[in-house]
């Protein structure tokens, strides 16, 4: 009798655990469902690998660009790839058909002809590589994401101090490179804010240049020729970024005229920090890069392990609303250099002060 109810016992645990097994394998499957990862996505967590188009390094800014970026992926657990094309747009395709063939989960680009780069996105697209935009975006194409500054508000925060020093007078507008969608962001918000002073007639933009490829010589060779034309009556210059900002102060200095002459920046580059303090740069747009690096990582990681992410902004590109995430800008002049570049870390109290 008692084997009897032994026997019994074990069919009824038996037949429970089975049930309970059961239950167990219905719900992970569930749980699995809610965060498949999308077919698009090419590696299973833990095995995303990032591949980094960068167009240069010239600018002091990208170094900084490259290694948080670099960082920030690493400690997402993401492997990464950094190329740079030197400012050659066949260069770039190249390399990034390089990237692909490496097997890169997920390419980060900040081109350097914008409206050509649109053939990268195919290329990546075409191998069921999504592209995100870093900083520059890439015009008509189905870029996945842009990830930036608010370029015009870049603009707008420079036109704005200087108007503020300079309501009235000739004004020189030192562009940036016409194959970048930034530098005319940059401008478009430059003029934003000029544009009722020009009306007024208050303002007259006496010379008003594209610099190419960003470089501070042509910047230099700009200036000179604004100089020259206007018999040194100038009474503002702005610049689209440090490098060409530096290019122009240059000219003044060669005229007598550095330090007299209010100039707007954009980068925080140390040089141009160090003239700030000096007196002879106004104030420059400071964009901590690090944010960037950092929403950008976030964003890459997630879109290749198929997982939700936020953005905030929809951008047209010429092609489609691109979802994109817009950073904010810092004016940073002599006053609240301490509690901006130098409290993030940019650079160090050393380094802006030493001279
Ligand atoms: C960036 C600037 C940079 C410039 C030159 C622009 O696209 O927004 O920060 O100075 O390129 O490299």
């Not at 108007?163 to 009235?168: F, R, Y």
Request: glycine share 6%; net charge negative.
């Amino acid at each position: 009798m008692k084997k009897l109810f032994n026997l019994y016992l074990m069919v009824i645990m038996t037949i429970f655990l089975i049930t309970l097994s059961a239950c167990e394998t219905k719900q992970s499957v569930e749980e699995n469902n809610g965060t498949m990862p999308n077919e698009n996505v090419r590696s299973p967590k833990g095995e995303i690998k990032i591949g980094f188009s960068m167009d240069t390094l010239e600018e002091e800014r990208w170094a900084k660009d490259r290694d948080l970026f670099r960082e920030e992926l690493e400690a997402l657990g993401a492997e990464v790839e950094i190329m740079v094309a030197n400012e050659n747009a066949a260069v770039q395709l190249s390399q990034i058909e390089t990237m692909i063939s490496n097997g890169t989960d997920l390419l980060v680009v900040v081109p350097y002809y914008t409206e050509t780069a649109a053939a990268v996105v195919e290329k990546a697209h075409s191998a069921g590589i999504k592209v995100v935009s870093y900083d520059r975006i890439i015009k008509n194409a189905n870029v996945d994401l842009y990830v930036s500054f608010d370029n015009e508000k870049v603009g707008e925060l420079q036109a704005e101090v200087i108007t503020d020093l300079v309501p009235k007078g000739n004004y020189v507008y030192i562009g940036g490179s016409v194959t970048d969608n930034n530098a005319i962001l940059i401008k478009k918000g430059v003029f934003n804010v000029l544009q009722p002073y020009i009306d007024r007639g208050d303002i007259k933009v006496v010379y008003d240049q594209w610099t190419e490829n960003w470089t501070p010589e042509n910047a230099y060779q700009n200036m000179l020729a604004a100089l020259e034309a206007n018999q040194n009556q100038i009474d503002a210059v702005i610049a689209a970024n440090d490098g060409t900002a530096g290019g122009a102060i240059k000219a003044l200095e060669e005229k007598g005229l550095a330090g007299k002459i209010p100039v707007a920046g954009q980068d925080a580059d140390l040089a141009a920090v160090q003239r700030i303090v000096e007196g002879t740069q106004t104030m420059t747009a400071y964009k901590p890069i690090r944010n960037l690096a950092k929403k950008a990582a976030e964003i890459a990681v997630a879109m290749a392990r198929g997982e939700a992410f936020e953005t905030n902004r929809k951008i047209n590109n010429g092609k489609i609303e691109v979802p994109s995430v817009l950073l904010s800008p810092i004016e940073v002049n002599q006053n609240n250099i301490d509690e901006t570049i130098i409290a993030d870390g940019f650079h160090t109290r050393e380094e802006v002060y030493g001279n």
